[in-house]
């Protein structure tokens, strides 16, 4: 018997034994197949998520965010402990014992489901890393095997806290929040040291279910919150009373208006962010951009962005209110959301309308009465007796009808709005006290426009404003906008002369022109209409004379003009055509501001940028703009009135002495030509621009060291009028922002070049005139060494090949008809005429 039991037992224990043998060959047989052909678990050491790209200010204040994942990396040794305490015992308790695989743990799930239990998940850590970047989420027992071997070799290649690192920035937390630290600034507004440790616990409750609403499924966050905090007391990370208080403690969020938004502080995204954006999507590309974490240090000067921003939206504010024609937003909240005040404010909140304009408030019409409207204010709460639009403030608009015809100019409310109608408005107040007036009604201008500043050595954009309200439309003008320049383009025609045996004191025929072209004759006038006869070159800048360019252009020959527009860089090709030497082909504002800096800057070039530097992930420079060497930055102090000393090896793009005399010339354009309302205390040069029609009105202007331009008009080009110039609508908003832009960089004369020297000449005639005369009409014009025209023989006067006029002669440069007495260059007095006209004197003219 007792040998029976013997052999009763062995063959049992044979029987086990085999089939532990064959058991443990099958699942080495289905480890061995599943580990073939697994993705390298090494790659994880050189681990580089997906993180934010932040914009900073020169100051170093952040600007703006971009991230298809929002992930901010925190270094392992960086992220507190009570969150890693946190994580650790709501995932993985056996975190810091186990080799990848957790054996209690998944003996436990696996009981609790035979029970009947809730299935619950027995990865650990590791292997949820090994999921989240190797593997698949799908539920196989074929991923789940892959997961064990994975989590098993990582394990042996990095450390557990390598390892928590990995987690701890990739898991999703749900609000668009990848890793913790965005989860934190997202849920908390807080950074991670400064977590409490429910908030911490709260973090760690939602890898569970992190598509859960904070708000509608409070209740149950709250719940795993406080098991997250049971297991942290129980696992020796928290004391009993610690933890009893923690759980006692109301869940706040952001979400839940606790806490304002980080977003909240943040600038809101402007015109100048989102070029940055589009210029580095192209460069680096927009994986690289969106998700590598770069630093980016913007050139932008935050108080003169304000300022240009302010100073284009009054221009094309006064210009469309000035129309008197009302279009408000066109949205509009239904009736039965108008009765309770939680219920407008909610359909106003949510209805897409700028909220990026300084001041303005959307609003809706809750009543009309006889003359007034009543409003609800976002933002601004309630009173007794309501907020109220009076009959006076809607007087200056008329409405268009259904049929397009505009109707009779309102006298009530209730001409222009209906109930329901989503408006903008403004509170007006008192210049000196701010005392509160009253509500007045605002929209968006139809008209459009750019605007830009530059520094004129380094090519760093200060500001950029690409239209009134970049929530409005995203279309930055003064980039992308492509825009006939108009005369503000002949400065380069001007140039080209110059460097082509032109003088400032070269005569041109400014008469009248007929070309024969395929599409039949062209016969371009002035602005104005008249014409003046033989001029000097100064005179045709100064007036912009358009058939004193044509005729420029036609003797240098339009080959030559267009060499050098695509040298500054104002065209990448530009037709030869006669018409473009008045600016018919378009460009960009962009284009032309950096063009006019090398005017400023003696000739050199300069490439504009919205970004001095951007450095990657770790810290290292990978782009800087200014390529300039300083010799001397690195002394500890330099002698008094030595300034530093630095080295540029950029291209020579125009001869010194020609950038020059053409300063000095458009210098003439602000004090005495279409310039002329520029009101600065430094020296200034620029040119107006006005197309066929006023389709676009534009003003670039420089001082000694900074340049800005504007220009305004319709999207889908249309007229601005017969009273609209560059020097009526552009000057002011160029006054406007470079009057507080010279309070902090000042300007200067701007500097002679070697190589020349004075003569003083008579700007009406080009006649020499004694070293000591003086008056109205004496200009000291900068003439290149030897270059002097021969005063005593008769001018050679520029007709470009066209046929002249015979009998015209010169007016006066600022067209007033009146007598002017000049001294020539022997001393004599010489009278002319009060009006020029024809057949009062020969086309060679007297000077």
């Known amino acids: 018997m007792f040998r029976f039991v013997l052999s009763f037992i062995g063959a049992i224990f044979s029987w086990f034994v085999t089939g532990a043998v064959f058991l443990a060959l099958i699942i080495g047989a289905i480890f061995w197949m599943f580990s073939r052909d697994l993705p390298s678990h090494e790659q994880l050491a050189q681990y580089s998520p997906k993180t934010i790209s932040r914009i900073y200010s020169a100051e170093g204040k952040l600007m703006d965010e971009f991230a298809e994942e929002r992930r901010i990396f925190q270094p392992i040794d960086e992220i507190p402990d009570s969150v890693k305490q946190a994580f650790v015992s709501a995932e993985d308790k056996n975190f810091y014992h186990h080799h990848g695989y957790d054996p209690r743990g998944m003996a436990g799930a696996f009981a609790q489901a035979l029970r009947g239990g809730a299935m619950r998940g027995a990865s650990t850590i590791t292997q949820q890393v090994m999921k989240n970047f190797l593997l698949s989420?799908?539920?196989?027992?074929?991923?789940?095997?892959?997961?064990?071997?994975?989590?098993?070799?990582?394990?042996?290649?990095?450390?557990?806290?390598?390892?928590?690192?990995?987690?701890?920035?990739?898991?999703?937390?749900?609000?668009?929040?990848?890793?913790?630290?965005?989860?934190?600034?997202?849920?908390?507004?807080?950074?991670?040291?400064q977590l409490a440790p429910h908030e911490a616990a709260m973090l760690a409750a939602m890898p569970q279910a992190p598509s859960r609403s904070v708000i509608r499924d409070r209740e149950r966050i709250t719940e795993r919150r406080n098991y997250v905090l049971r297991e942290m007391w129980q696992n020796g990370y928290l004391?009993?009373?610690?933890?009893?208080?923690?759980?006692?403690?109301?869940?706040?969020?952001?979400q839940a208006g606790d806490y304002p938004a980080f977003r909240d502080s943040l600038p809101p995204r402007d015109y100048f962010t989102d070029e940055i954006r589009r210029q580095l999507s192209q460069q680096f590309g927009e994986e690289e951009f969106f998700s590598g974490g770069l630093q980016i240090r913007a050139t932008v000067e935050p108080e003169l962005q304000q300022i240009a921003a302010d100073a284009l939206r009054t221009a094309l504010e006064s210009y469309d209110r000035g129309l008197g024609v009302w279009r408000g937003t066109g949205r509009a909240i239904a009736a039965d959301?108008?009765?309770?005040?939680?219920?407008?404010?909610?359909?106003?909140?949510a209805t897409p309308v700028p909220r990026d304009i300084p001041g303005w408030h959307p609003a809706v019409v809750l009543a009309l009465n006889d003359t007034d409207a009543r409003l609800g204010i976002e933002g601004i709460e309630e009173d007794a007796d309501g907020h109220w639009l009076p009959a006076k403030d809607v007087q200056w608009a008329r409405k268009r009808g259904a049929n397009g015809k505009l109707g009779p100019r309102a006298k009530t409310a209730s001409d222009?709005?209906?109930?329901?109608?989503?408006?903008?408005?403004?509170?007006?107040?008192?210049?000196?006290?701010?005392?509160?007036?009253?509500?007045?009604?605002?929209?968006?201008?139809?008209?459009?426009?750019?605007?830009?500043?530059?520094?004129?050595?380094?090519?760093?954009?200060?500001?950029?404003?690409?239209?009134?309200?970049?929530?409005?439309?995203?279309?930055?003008?003064?980039t992308q906008a492509q825009r006939q320049p108009g005369s503000s383009f002949k400065p380069f025609v001007y140039a080209a002369a110059l460097d082509n045996n032109y003088t400032?004191?070269?005569?041109?025929?400014?008469?009248?022109?007929?070309?024969n072209t395929p599409q039949g004759l062209w016969a371009p006038k002035n602005s104005g209409g008249g014409f003046y006869g033989p001029t000097p070159l100064r005179t045709g800048i100064e007036q912009s004379r358009n058939l004193m360019t044509i005729r420029i252009a036609q003797d240098i020959g339009m080959k030559v003009v267009a060499k050098y527009a695509e040298k500054f860089g104002v065209y990448d090709h530009l037709s030869p055509f006669l018409a473009n030497a008045l600016g018919a082909q378009e460009t960009t504002l962009f284009k032309m501001v950096a063009a006019y800096a090398m005017f400023a800057n003696g000739g050199e070039r300069v490439e504009p940028t919205l970004v001095d530097r951007v450095q990657d992930r770790r810290g290292r420079t990978i782009y800087r703009h200014d390529k300039r060497v300083c010799q001397t930055c690195d002394q500890p102090a330099l002698p008094p009135g030595m300034a530093p000393q630095i080295t540029s090896d950029r291209e020579r793009?125009?001869?010194?002495?020609?950038?020059?005399?053409?300063?000095?010339?458009?210098?003439?354009?602000?004090?005495?030509?279409?310039?002329?309302?520029?009101?600065?205390?430094?020296?200034?040069?620029?040119?107006?621009?006005?197309?066929?029609?006023?389709?676009?009105?534009w003003f670039i202007g420089y001082t000694s060291n900074?340049?800005?331009?504007?220009?305004?008009?319709?999207?889908?080009?249309?007229?601005?009028?017969?009273?609209?110039?560059g020097g009526t609508l552009c000057v002011p908003v160029f006054n406007a922002f470079m009057k507080k832009a010279i309070q902090k960089y000042g300007g200067t004369r701007f500097r002679v070049p070697p190589g020349g020297h004075f003569v003083k000449i008579d700007r009406h005639s080009g006649a020499r005139l004694s070293d000591n005369a003086t008056g109205d009409n004496v200009i000291a014009e900068y003439f290149r060494n030897g270059s002097d025209p021969n005063w005593s023989a008769p001018a050679r006067i520029v007709d470009g090949g066209f046929q002249r006029t015979p009998g015209v002669l010169p007016a006066r440069a600022d067209g007033d008809g009146g007598a002017q007495q000049i001294t020539t260059s022997t001393g004599k007095k010489k009278v002319i005429p009060k009006k020029a006209d024809f057949g009062t004197i020969s086309s060679g003219g007297l000077y």
């Not at 010194?656 to 210098?667: C, G, I, N, R």
Request: glycine share 10%; with cysteine; net charge positive.
């Open 504 to 515: 400032p004191a070269t005569i041109v025929a400014d008469e009248p022109i007929t070309v």
């Open 239 to 254: 004391t009993q009373a610690t933890y009893e208080a923690e759980a006692r403690l109301p869940m706040r969020t952001v």
């Open 416 to 478: 222009l709005l209906s109930v329901g109608d989503v408006v903008l408005v403004r509170a007006m107040t008192e210049d000196g006290s701010g005392k509160f007036i009253r509500w007045t009604l605002r929209q968006v201008p139809a008209i459009q426009g750019g605007f830009m500043a530059m520094d004129v050595n380094s090519g760093r954009v200060y500001a950029m404003q690409g239209g009134f309200s970049y929530q409005s439309s995203v279309f930055n003008r003064a």
């Open 653 to 697: 793009v125009m001869d010194a002495v020609t950038a020059y005399q053409l300063t000095s010339m458009m210098e003439g354009v602000v004090k005495r030509g279409s310039g002329k309302g520029v009101r600065l205390p430094v020296p200034v040069a620029g040119k107006t621009g006005t197309t066929n029609d006023a389709k676009d009105v």
């Open 337 to 349: 959301k108008l009765g309770r005040e939680e219920s407008w404010r909610g359909a106003l909140y």
């Open 137 to 193: 989420s799908d539920r196989s027992i074929e991923r789940k095997v892959k997961e064990l071997i994975l989590a098993t070799r990582l394990e042996r290649t990095l450390s557990k806290d390598q390892i928590l690192e990995l987690y701890l920035n990739e898991i999703f937390l749900g609000q668009n929040s990848f890793g913790v630290a965005a989860a934190s600034q997202s849920y908390f507004n807080k950074t991670l040291d």
């Open 706 to 725: 900074m340049v800005a331009g504007c220009y305004l008009g319709y999207d889908q080009p249309r007229s601005l009028g017969q009273h609209a110039f």
